[in-house]
Structures are given as structure tokens and as C-alpha cells.
């Protein structure tokens, strides 16, 4: 296995309220995690940092070495966490608003465990398929799955993009937990949403499998997202099954 991530503030940012990690429990099992600290309101950048580092080290003082109870594990930080954000939020006035957008992956033998609150997101790029694999909690695809409204008709409600669930701002963070296969020559991608605002599938697909580093691979989508103009911060961090050093 290996793992490469790098974060940037982007070209239009003063200040990046991305974060990002791996971390290994005592039973060597890896997990990997994206936060998107919410711009919108003050203390983006704690409440994403927070989420990242708590669960980090959460994780690595655990000896899960079981899907059943990694889903478990997922479940029940998530509310610990939020529940942290929230009661330093009510300690400080400029952090009362503070939340986080947040995807990580628990990696096992040939599956991996998403769970995610939000858009920030994670992919899975399986021989020549890139196919996202969380799903993007905004108010026009809640619509879409509730049956409210047509995926034709979607775009056109009143605040589409709109994030719908996140760490901090109530106490209803619910998180999403699905299971996938993750097999042979398979990387995950993830990462914020600032570079897929800005590069296609095709484009991210052709960088991820570029024979180069792992780590330049990463750096080539955050270098490339910013050349495009990316509207926000860019973060990007990449698993790889295969274990043979990349050399060139």
C-alpha cells in the first residue's frame, strides 16, 4: 500500500481550511481523511483540523481489525466529534458557526470502508473506470434521492449546491458509511472539492495514472486544478494497492 497527499491554499484562497491525514491503529490497519473547513462561516479552519487530528489519533489508539466494527467506530466518533466542535464552538464567539465537510477511507484486504458528511469526496479509479464512490450531501441530490424532484429538474432548485450535512453547526451529523471492493491495480482518490470544480474525469484519471511518483501524481492534480483556475482551496491524496516503489 502506499499513500501520497499534499494540500494548498489554491490561487483565490489567502488561507487553506483544508486538512488531511493517514493514520495506522495497533493492528496496522490505515485509514486516510479529507476535511473542508465551511467558508461561509468563521473557524472553517479549526472545526477541519479538529476533525482530522481527533480522528486521527482516536484511530490509532484503536485495534479494530474488522469492517463490522470500523462501521461502528465511524458511526459513533462522528457523533463524539461533532459534539467537540459544537461545545468549543459555545466557548468562543468567533468559532460559535465553525463546521467541516469530511470523507475518509478505512483500508482492509481487498475492501475499503467510506464514510463521509458533505462534498468533500472519494474515488475509486478501477482499470480505465473512475467512479466516485461518496456521495456529495448538497440539497439538490438530497431532493433527487428523496424523490422531491427529477435529477433534470435538480439544477434548477434555489440553492442546489448547497452542503446539507456537516461536523458542527447542530447536532444532527449524520454520517454515510458504505462498503467497496478495492482490488489489484485499484487507487482511491481523495480529496475537496476545489479540483473537481476545475478538471473533468477524463483529466484526473490520465494524472492518477501517469508514470511518475505516487507523490508527483498528487502534486500534478493540485499543480494542475490551480492552473486551471481553481476557485478554492485544492487538496489531494492518493491510495495505491500495488506496492512496488515508483522509481521515475
Given at each position: 500500500m502506499q499513500i501520497a497527499?499534499?494540500?494548498?491554499?489554491?490561487?483565490?484562497?489567502?488561507e487553506n481550511q483544508d486538512y488531511v491525514g493517514a493514520f495506522t491503529n495497533q493492528k496496522g490497519t490505515i485509514m486516510v481523511i479529507v476535511a473542508d473547513g465551511v467558508t461561509?462561516?468563521?473557524?472553517?479552519?479549526?472545526?477541519?483540523?479538529m476533525a482530522v487530528e481527533h480522528f486521527g489519533h482516536a484511530w490509532e489508539n484503536t485495534t479494530i481489525e474488522t469492517i463490522k466494527l470500523a462501521t461502528n467506530w465511524i458511526?459513533?466518533?462522528?457523533?463524539?466529534?461533532?459534539n467537540v466542535?459544537?461545545?468549543?464552538?459555545?466557548?468562543?464567539d468567533d468559532l460559535k458557526t465553525m463546521a467541516t465537510?469530511?470523507?475518509?477511507?478505512?483500508?482492509?484486504?481487498?475492501?475499503?470502508?467510506?464514510?463521509?458528511?458533505?462534498?468533500?469526496?472519494a474515488f475509486l479509479l478501477h482499470q480505465d473506470s473512475l467512479r466516485q464512490l461518496s456521495f456529495d450531501h448538497?440539497?439538490?441530490?438530497?431532493?433527487?434521492?428523496?424523490?422531491?424532484?427529477?435529477?433534470?429538474?435538480?439544477?434548477?432548485?434555489?440553492?442546489?449546491?448547497?452542503?446539507?450535512r456537516f461536523l458542527g453547526v447542530d447536532e444532527h451529523a449524520k454520517v454515510e458509511i458504505k462498503q467497496h471492493p478495492f482490488?489489484?491495480?485499484d487507487m482511491l482518490f481523495l480529496t475537496s472539492d476545489g479540483i473537481t470544480k476545475v478538471l473533468d474525469g477524463l483529466t484526473i484519471k490520465r494524472i492518477m495514472r501517469a508514470e511518475t511518483t505516487l507523490n508527483s501524481r498528487a502534486c500534478e492534480l493540485i499543480r494542475s486544478a490551480n492552473s486551471h483556475g481553481a476557485p478554492d482551496n485544492v487538496t489531494a491524496l492518493l491510495v495505491s494497492r500495488n506496492n512496488k516503489k515508483d522509481t521515475k
Open positions: 497527499f499534499h494540500t494548498d491554499p489554491g490561487i483565490k484562497r489567502d461561509s462561516t468563521e473557524g472553517g479552519e479549526v472545526a477541519s483540523a458511526a459513533e466518533t462522528t457523533t463524539h466529534e461533532n466542535i459544537l461545545e468549543v464552538g459555545k466557548r468562543f465537510t469530511l470523507v475518509l477511507a478505512i483500508l482492509f484486504d481487498e475492501q475499503v470502508l467510506i464514510g463521509n458528511l458533505g462534498d468533500s469526496k448538497n440539497l439538490k441530490n438530497e431532493l433527487v434521492r428523496a424523490g422531491t424532484v427529477s435529477q433534470a429538474d435538480a439544477e434548477n432548485v434555489p440553492n442546489a449546491n448547497s452542503v446539507t482490488l489489484g491495480d
